[in-house]
């Protein structure tokens, strides 16, 4: 598995009226990744890529969040400063899922799968958690919050 290392930058979490109605939209938001990350399925894998012509990991969970609204980095290790953790047996859709020591990610889709770019010659698919591969090298997951996104958004490189 790859992970792009390219930095952009990244803007905190636009800030509505009132807490409860931000809470909200960002669940909505975080949710409708879930369903975007499936409409690449099947774009080759491209490291550095972050467009429909092809997509790194990273990549892909920038690309994707950005289309519901959310600005995170190109870069793992950055994306798993966003959010707060959430065990395996917690999950959502829309929660991000990492591996192999902050190398590779992907957005969990519900039923213990999760739409990933995997490695050069392959494109972006559906991979189970419980694959060899992805449970000997579970990291952890996150769950994006308001407070998350400003956290991490105000200096994520810190």
């Known amino acids: 598995m790859a992970a792009a290392c390219w930095t952009g930058p990244v803007a905190a979490e636009p800030h509505g009226p009132d807490d409860r109605d931000r809470s909200a939209d960002l669940e909505r938001r975080r949710h409708t990744t879930a369903s975007i990350a499936k409409r690449f399925i099947g774009v080759p894998y491209l490291w550095g890529g972050e467009s429909a012509d092809g997509f790194d990991c990273s990549g892909l969970v920038k690309r994707v969040y950005a289309l519901a609204g959310i600005a ?78 400003a956290r991490a958004g105000a200096d994520p490189r810190t």
């Open 72 to 149: 995170m980095p190109h870069n793992v290790a950055l994306q798993y400063k966003y959010g707060v953790p959430v065990s395996r047996d917690e999950l959502r859709p829309g929660d991000l899922v990492f591996f192999d020591q902050l190398r590779h990610n992907g957005i969990y889709i519900g039923d213990g799968r999760f739409v990933h770019a995997g490695k050069t010659g392959g494109n972006v698919a559906v991979s189970r958690l419980e694959d060899s591969w992805f449970r000997t090298r579970w990291f952890g997951a996150r769950r994006l919050t308001s407070d998350g996104i």
